[in-house]
């Protein structure tokens, strides 16, 4: 693996801006993991929090808190320590939600476009009416409608993992496609074939020798696919129909942070709001040299 | 051609109709409708009375029957939040959210198309590089925090702009607009703008791509072996053939523009279906969130088929397959 790695590193050299937007993500990322060692005290945890320390500006204004340096929310926590526990929500809910639409994807795509017949027609259609709505829109749906009929004491505590799968179920069709396509030229070939006369059943062929050869072009498009989840997340709980307060991610923060802007607050959602954009920005600049490495054809 | 057509039109009756069994689903089979028009504390007496009404106790194909008869005929039902048809409550935030969208769109085919084919005609320009690798930016900008940041610079800090609402509109006919009011003028160009942001780069992209391919071609190469000004060629000989496939493009971006008002009308309070849709969510009233699929579900099948279509009327070569594959 590690000798597949340095390609990659030669393709973000070969581009400072890339080579800058991985260095800041690699950043975020570690700072994101480590956010219980480098955040001041932990968010979540209410008994920590002082409200005597609520409302300040950041350290370097004038009535800031040098303990401070993002300043503190209503509630007295550390704007910094919320920004690098959002951050971590943001990420694992980004990484989680592309991982359920690629496996979801890859197994429909698998079976509709190698097995074919009435089985490929069925998953083709379902995908085709749901590219119909647009992907936020759909994730919007799946996620208020399921929330709308549960019980109210359910809510908060499944937000978060009905958040993932509106999303994961959003995005699938995207991979379906890709995959169908990509298994529809491999299983003209030769090994299939071999594969086959060599005894393998069709579900066993399928997983061990088509699958590897697709995985290429599905890497690629779940890298370009983080960043829509990331933002498709930040969008559904800055609606309020994403992550709930209690254990917030960026854009919780940007939501909860909206209503102090008219108070002049500004601090609590312009801090969280940078740090997502550029998260974006470093997110789609690397997923785009990651598939001009994997994938020179579909370079634009 | 007509077989293309076919497939097109059945395609959108199905997934209208599997739209429909959802909403009815929703609506009517996990939802009260009898709740919904008499309230929590109706009579025992009326509330059977209603349910015979609404054939409620028949079975749940019939009843299906029914509700598609009713929608049909524009009757969406009550929703239990407003206390009111639900018809009428559409009829007043579609305009809303309709002079959103459309402002949003044509901002962004005003300013997206020339950059693009700018970019195109000078493509070994440093400026318009450092200008194509901004347009990164722009896609990764959330339109949420474009209308923050919008607010804290032209509302908070510069007083120019309102920071919520439609400002004055004037009625015509149904149709409430706010193009006709300096008030509405003025509280429309944020969250246009902030709607319009990520597609102005969006086109800015695709233009530049398909410009590219056109500048490749040998009647671009003659047009200017005739003397032609680089600006006649660019936006007369040029534009036009890259404009096929913009247009095409930009009818899927009503639809986006439409999905991503939700949020706009979030950021700015925007009195249109988007934020009706998440009141609706909020407060779980079934009967609107299953009317609102159903309205949502016909205005993206409606897009989708018409785009179809474009794209089948602008290029010939679909039709030719189309044809062979009959043959």
């Known amino acids: 693996m590690t000798g597949r790695r340095f390609p990659l590193l030669r393709q973000l050299a070969a581009s400072p801006t890339a080579a800058v937007a991985a260095l800041l993500l690699a950043l975020l990322v570690a700072a994101a993991l480590l956010a219980p060692w480098l955040a001041r005290n932990n968010p979540y945890d209410l008994a920590s929090l002082d409200l005597l320390d609520s409302h300040l500006p950041p350290a370097f204004l004038k009535d800031g808190d040098p303990r401070f340096w993002l300043g503190t929310d209503s509630q007295g926590a550390d704007v910094l320590a919320l920004i690098l526990y959002g951050l971590r929500v943001s990420l694992m809910v980004g990484l989680l939600a592309v991982t359920i639409s690629a496996c979801l994807g890859t197994i429909a795509g698998l079976v509709s476009g190698y097995l074919g017949g009435w089985l490929d027609t069925i998953v083709m259609r379902v995908a085709d009416i749901q590219f119909t709505f647009p992907a936020m829109l759909l994730a919007l749906l799946i996620g208020g409608v399921t929330r709308a009929l549960l019980p109210n004491e359910l809510r908060a505590s499944l937000a978060l993992p009905i958040v993932i799968v509106a999303l994961g179920i959003s995005h699938w069709p995207h991979f379906a496609r890709l995959v169908r396509g990509a298994v529809l030229v491999e299983k003209q070939k030769d090994y299939v074939a071999a594969a086959r006369l060599a005894g393998h059943g069709r579900i066993v062929t399928m997983a061990s020798q088509i699958l590897p050869n697709v995985l290429n072009p599905i890497f690629v498009l779940a890298t370009l696919d983080i960043a829509f989840a990331i933002m498709s997340e930040a969008t559904l709980s800055f609606l309020g129909f994403g992550v709930p307060p209690t254990q917030p991610s960026l854009g919780t923060l940007i939501k909860t942070g909206y209503g102090y802007l008219f108070s002049g607050e500004w601090w609590v959602v312009l801090f969280p709001g940078l740090t997502l954009v550029v998260l974006l920005v470093c997110v789609n600049l690397v997923g785009d040299r990651v598939r001009d490495w994997l994938d020179p054809k579909l370079r634009s | ?327």
């Open chain 2, 1 to 327: 051609m007509i077989a293309f057509l076919l497939n097109r039109i059945l395609h959108a009756a199905l997934v209208m109709f599997v739209i429909s069994v959802l909403a009815f689903v929703l609506g009517d089979v996990i939802g009260d409708p009898v709740a919904s028009i008499l309230g929590l504390e109706a009579a025992p007496a009326d509330r059977a009375a209603l349910r015979l009404r609404l054939h409620l106790d028949e079975p749940v194909l019939v009843r299906y029957g029914y509700y598609v008869g009713r929608f049909l005929h524009g009757d969406l039902g009550s929703s239990y939040g407003f206390q009111r048809p639900i018809v009428d409550l559409l009829a007043e935030r579609i305009p809303a959210t309709m002079e959103l969208a459309l402002a949003a769109l044509a901002l962004s085919l005003a300013v997206g198309v020339p950059l693009g084919v700018l970019a195109a005609a000078h493509r070994r320009s440093r400026i318009m590089g450092a200008l194509m690798s901004f347009s990164v930016i722009g896609v990764s900008l959330p339109s949420f925090l474009v209308g923050i940041l919008l607010i804290v610079v032209f509302s908070l800090w510069l007083g120019w702009l309102p920071s919520f609402g439609r400002g004055e509109t004037v009625k015509i006919g149904f149709w409430t607009t706010g193009y006709l009011t300096a008030s509405g003028l003025k509280s429309l160009v944020m969250p246009a703008l902030s709607l319009a942001i990520g597609q102005i780069a969006l086109v800015a992209r695709l233009s530049r791509a398909e410009m590219l391919g056109v500048l490749q071609t040998d009647y671009i190469k003659f047009a200017r072996a005739r003397g032609l000004s680089d600006r006649a060629v660019n936006f007369s000989h040029a534009l036009r053939n890259t404009l096929i496939p913009i247009i095409t493009v930009s009818g899927i971006q009503l639809g986006y523009l439409v999905a991503f008002a939700i949020v706009v009308e979030q950021v700015f309070q925007w009195p249109g279906m988007g934020l009706l849709f998440l009141q609706a969510l909020a407060q779980t009233d079934l009967p609107l969130i299953s009317a609102f699929l159903l309205v949502a579900g016909l205005f993206f099948v409606t897009i989708n088929l018409i785009v179809d279509l474009l794209y089948a009327a602008a290029d010939p070569r679909l039709r030719i397959k189309t044809l062979a594959g009959r043959g």
